[in-house]
T-cell receptor
Framework: AQTVTQSQPEMSVQEAETVTLSCTYD???????LFWYKQPPSRQMILVIR??????QNATENRFSVNFQKAAKSFSLKISDSQLGDTAMYFC???????????FGAGTRLTVKP | NAGVTQTPKFQVLKTGQSMTLQCAQD?????MSWYRQDPGMGLRLIHY???????DQGEVPNGYNVSRSTTEDFPLRLLSAAPSQTSVYFC????????????FGPGTRLLVL
C-alpha cells in the first residue's frame, strides 16, 4: 500500500519569505501522480500543484513550485514570496496512474506571519 | 457550474441513528469519491465510483454504504452511526480515472454522540 509522510506538523514563515514543505512517499509503482492541496480554515480543499511522475521537469504554478526527486521518493513544495493568505493546512497526496484511490499525508500547518 | 456540492454542512446524530450525506456534481464527471478527515490525519478514502452503477471500497469502507444511480449524485449512507464516525466528510469528483485532478466539495461535519 502506498503511504505518504509529511514530517513537519507545523511551520511558520515571515511574509514575503520562502518556505519549503517536505513530503515523502512509499510506492512500488512507476506511474503515478503527486499533489499538494491547501486547506484554509474554511476547510475547502484547494489544489495547489500537481506533478506527473513520468515528467522529469518540476511543476510550477506562480509562486508555488515543487522539487520532485523520483528516486528518493520525495516531493517538496516551495512557496516563494509568502503571503498572509497562504496560511493553511497543506496536504501532500499520491495517486496511482489509472486509479482514483488518493492517499494523503497527515498535513503541515503553515502560518505566515506579518 | 456549482461544482461539487454537499449537504448538510453540519449534522449531529445519536449513536445508532442512520443518515445519508448527499453529494452532487454538475461537471459531468465520471469519477466520484468519498473521504473522511479526522483530526491530525489526512483524508482517507471511504468509497469511490467510476461511473453510474459502479462502486468500490476504499481504505476505510466499514460502516458506510454508497450507490451511484446517476452520474450527478453519489450519496453516502451511515446505517447505524457510531461515535468513531465523527469526522468531516468530503466528496470529490474528477473527469477521468487517475489522470485528472479531483475537485472537492466543501465538506460535511458530522458529530455522533
Amino acid at each position: 500500500a502506498q503511504t505518504v509522510t509529511q514530517s513537519q506538523p507545523e511551520m511558520s514563515v515571515q511574509e514575503a519569505e520562502t518556505v519549503t514543505l517536505s513530503c515523502t512517499y512509499d510506492t512500488s509503482e512507476n506511474n503515478y501522480y503527486l499533489f499538494w492541496y491547501k486547506q484554509p480554515p474554511s476547510r475547502q480543499m484547494i489544489l495547489v500543484i500537481r506533478q506527473e511522475a513520468y515528467k522529469q521537469q518540476n511543476a510550477t504554478e506562480n509562486r508555488f513550485s515543487v522539487n520532485f526527486q523520483k528516486a528518493a521518493k520525495s516531493f517538496s513544495l516551495k512557496i516563494s514570496d509568502s503571503q498572509l493568505g497562504d496560511t493553511a493546512m497543506y496536504f501532500c497526496a499520491f495517486m496511482k496512474h489509472w486509479n482514483n484511490d488518493m492517499r494523503f499525508g497527515a498535513g503541515t500547518r503553515l502560518t505566515v506571519k506579518p | 457550474n456549482a461544482g461539487v456540492t454537499q449537504t448538510p454542512k453540519f449534522q449531529v446524530l445519536k449513536t445508532g441513528q442512520s443518515m445519508t450525506l448527499q453529494c452532487a456534481q454538475d461537471m459531468n464527471h465520471e469519477y466520484m469519491s468519498w473521504y473522511r478527515q479526522d483530526p491530525g490525519m489526512g483524508l482517507r478514502l471511504i468509497h469511490y465510483s467510476v461511473g453510474a452503477g459502479i462502486t468500490d471500497q476504499g481504505e476505510v469502507p466499514n460502516g458506510y454504504n454508497v450507490s451511484r444511480s446517476t452520474t450527478e449524485d453519489f450519496p453516502l449512507r451511515l446505517l447505524s452511526a457510531a461515535p468513531s464516525q465523527t469526522s468531516v466528510y468530503f466528496c470529490a469528483s474528477s473527469s477521468d480515472r487517475g489522470q485528472e485532478t479531483q475537485y472537492f466539495g466543501p465538506g460535511t461535519r458530522l458529530l455522533v454522540l
